[in-house]
């Protein structure tokens, strides 16, 4: 069997910015309600950009900073719940502007928050049958055309975004041993799709699904650390969806983990949901945090409800040497 690697990382964000001081003039709310309850401080929306731009951009830098030549990708994952069009997937956009073989694997995948992680348990599975050893997975996001500007509980959560890696499979290497799950539930979190004669705008029920959250993602991570025969000791980073401060405080309490070993970026990009785990992702590798043979652990949780988890080692990319 075969496993698989991170060999680069790539992001894009819109160039257009919303603070909360800007959401205080539109609406009952302030800087000081919103940081004290999430942590968010600004989010980025999209004016002029398009999901498949910032998904090109994303990916064109994880191809660049692995070394890898987009002939070499044998499958083409896209996370995400906001696509310009139903068809043609993102994927297969990306296909045509990257100039991917034509006989790429090429989807759209929807898993809400947890999207990149489902999409990087199904690129590993996928690439145990392909005869090219590299993948492309991508969490991608324009919330802001979903989000409902009447409800001030939600609109000031979500941000837009693309986040992208390259995976390497190999003989040898390790299974990022993925946990999911999902349970139906259409009430908690919820956008309206075609032929429901409804606007498609995200509704949820916040206190719920942070109670979900709290109890999902400390299971989730015992779970993984038990596929994977470790403790949370073992691990180098920590990486969790980035939903609420709040969240991610309670179980870096639980688990002792130490500030040099998670990050959180919310308060410059919200929740960007399936592209919230790949942004951080990016921006660890390029500040250095997390290099070859580094050893990450990934949480993720969101509509559906879904959740998963995955722990993932990096390798050698083309600016490998940079990242030591």
Wanted: proline residues 4%; hydrophobic residues 40%.
């Amino acid at each position: 069997m075969k496993g698989i690697k991170i060999r680069g990382t790539g992001r894009c964000v819109p160039q257009g910015v919303l603070t909360n001081q800007d959401l205080s003039q539109r609406m009952d709310t302030s800087d000081e309600w919103i940081t004290s309850r999430t942590g968010i401080r600004r989010r980025h929306h999209c004016k002029k950009e398009t999901l498949t731009g910032l998904s090109l951009q994303a990916a064109g830098e994880a191809l660049r900073k692995a070394g890898v030549a987009p002939e070499k990708i044998g499958v083409c994952v896209v996370a995400t719940v906001t696509p310009e069009t139903l068809v043609p997937s993102t994927a297969c956009m990306l296909q045509r502007e990257l100039g991917l073989a034509e006989d790429t694997l090429c989807f759209d995948l929807n898993a809400a928050c947890t999207g990149f992680l489902f999409a990087l348990h199904t690129v590993e599975c996928l690439l145990q049958a392909s005869s090219r050893p590299f993948g492309l997975v991508l969490g991608a996001e324009v919330l802001s055309r979903i989000v409902n500007w009447e409800d001030r509980s939600t609109c000031i959560l979500f941000g837009d975004g693309a986040g992208a890696v390259v995976v390497e499979s190999r003989e040898g290497w390790p299974s990022i041993g993925a946990v999911m799950g999902c349970v139906g539930n259409d009430r908690l979190l919820h956008v309206d799709g075609p032929g429901s004669g409804r606007p498609p705008l995200l509704s949820m029920e916040g206190q719920r699904v942070f109670k979900f959250a709290v109890e999902a993602v400390p299971r989730c991570m015992d779970q993984v650390l038990e596929r994977h025969g470790v403790t949370a000791d073992q691990v180098d980073f920590f990486v969790f969806h980035q939903a609420n401060a709040r969240i991610i405080d309670l179980v870096v309490r639980k688990y002792q983990i130490p500030a040099e070993k998670y990050y959180i970026n919310l308060e410059e990009y919200g929740n960007t949901s399936a592209a919230s785990i790949p942004l951080v992702l990016s921006e660890l590798e390029e500040q250095g945090r997390i290099k070859a043979e580094s050893r990450v652990l990934m949480v993720g949780f969101g509509g559906g409800l879904t959740w998963g988890g995955a722990l993932v080692e990096f390798a050698e990319g083309a600016y490998g040497d940079e990242r030591k």
